[in-house]
T-cell receptor
Framework: GAGVSQSPSNKVTEKGKDVELRCDPI?????LYWYRQRLGQGLEFLIY????????KSGLPSDRFSAERTGESVSTLTIQRTQQEDSAVYLC???????????FGPGTRLTVL | KQEVTQIPAALSVPEGENLVLNCSFT??????LQWFRQDPGKGLTSLLL?????REQTSGRLNASLDKSSGRSTLYIAASQPGDSATYLC?????????????FGAGTQVVVTP
């Protein structure tokens, strides 16, 4: 497919466990973004990657959150020692150099018990 | 700090009526504003993007206006259909951050009844 894909679509974990969420951006898109959407709330920016530049991590809520991106392809968002307040839908988006439209994946719904 | 507000939070209209969704933002120094649609269990779909130098954008039955000085944008959907039922989100990007994050409103949940 040509869109942004994310896996898994759903993840249920126990408090204290680590989780890893994956995002495959649209091929050729140099910018990649992670957002979080808690139930009934708007999207919160977490982190973005632009080519080989240093990522903008200003939205990460704590040092339990980290993300990596391999070149201009796959990105993984890791949450260590998950807490119940981490329960949310995690959305990934990508955009093409010279355009501003961000294309979103379907999200990963994370539930921390 | 930029704050984005959407009013109303929810809206229900009969099929055929026009929809008017409002978005306001506190810092007028924006790079662009984007309207998205979100369906349950799915990601966001971009509807319209308005650059800061533009006053409006149109696509089919959708029209979005932007008044940067007053910090407002309005999304109009003409002749609503049940398939328009979704949550509509507006998002702004700071003028100094052309490649950076979008700041979202909480959304307006729309139900169009047949």
């Amino acid at each position: 497919g040509a869109g942004v894909s994310q896996s898994p679509s759903n993840k249920v974990t126990e408090k204290g466990k680590d989780v890893e969420l994956r995002c495959d951006p649209i091929s050729g898109h140099t910018a990649l973004y992670w957002y979080r959407q808690r139930l009934g709330q708007g999207l919160e920016f977490l982190i973005y990657f632009q080519g080989n530049s240093a990522p903008d991590k200003s939205g990460l809520p704590s040092d339990r959150f980290s993300a990596e991106r391999t070149g201009e392809s796959v990105s993984t968002l890791t949450i260590q020692r998950t807490q119940q307040e981490d329960s949310a839908v995690y959305l990934c988006a990508s955009s093409l150099l010279n355009t501003d439209t961000q294309y979103f994946g379907p999200g990963t719904r994370l539930t921390v018990l | 700090k930029q704050e984005v507000t959407q009013i109303p939070a929810a809206l229900s209209v009969p099929e055929g009526e026009n929809l008017v969704l409002n978005c306001s933002f506190t810092d007028s120094a924006i790079y662009n504003l984007q309207w998205f649609r979100q369906d349950p269990g799915k990601g966001l779909t971009s509807l319209l993007l308005i650059q800061s130098s533009q006053r409006e954008q149109t696509s089919g039955r959708l029209n979005a206006s932007l008044d940067k000085s007053s910090g407002r944008s309005t999304l109009y959907i003409a002749a609503s259909q049940p398939g328009d039922s979704a949550t509509y989100l507006c998002a702004v990007k700071k003028a100094t951050d052309s490649w950076g994050k979008l700041q979202f409103g909480a959304g307006t949940q729309v139900v169009v009844t047949p």
